[in-house]
């Protein structure tokens, strides 16, 4: 497995099931991993915290977009994956999206549409 690693900051991978998760503050974006290479980040996403339930979408001042959509996990076990990431930066997760959190409400931010409808589904 190759990570990109730049000459400023190590992209270290943090493993989260089956996914391994290199997040960087510096750089502010996050790239997903499995065993057999890079992994599509909507497919990750899903994986890490596609149980966390939808609390709603609110408006966030310094986000990337003007509203947000709110999420948190259904169990301290599952609150576990947020660590994978660094607290209170947005981090690009992938095309035109954008997460952040605080240890216990996940943060998404999209200027997809699709994507938008997608996340929003069944709230
Ligand atoms: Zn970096």
Same mark, same amino acid.
């Given at each position: 497995m190759d990570f990109d690693q730049s000459e400023l900051c190590e992209?270290? %991978? +943090?493993w989260v099931g089956r996914i391994a +998760?290199?997040?960087c503050q510096e750089c502010e974006r996050i790239d997903w991993f499995s065993s057999e290479g890079p992994v599509d980040s909507a497919e #990750?996403?899903? #994986?890490?915290f596609? =149980?966390?339930?939808? +609390?709603?979408?609110?408006? #966030?001042?310094? #986000? %990337?977009?003007?509203? +947000?959509l709110a999420y948190v996990p259904p =169990?301290?076990?599952?609150r576990k994956n947020l660590e994978a990431l660094p607290k209170r930066v947005w981090l690009q997760a992938g095309p035109r999206l954008w997460m952040s959190h605080d240890g216990e409400v996940l943060l998404l931010a999209t200027t997809? %549409?699709?994507l938008m409808e997608n996340l929003t589904r069944g709230a």
């Open positions: 992209h270290k %991978p +943090v +998760v290199a997040a #990750a996403i899903a #994986a890490l596609g =149980s966390y339930d939808l +609390v709603g979408p609110l408006e #966030a001042l310094g #986000a %990337p977009t003007r509203r +947000v =169990s301290s076990r599952k997809q %549409p699709m």
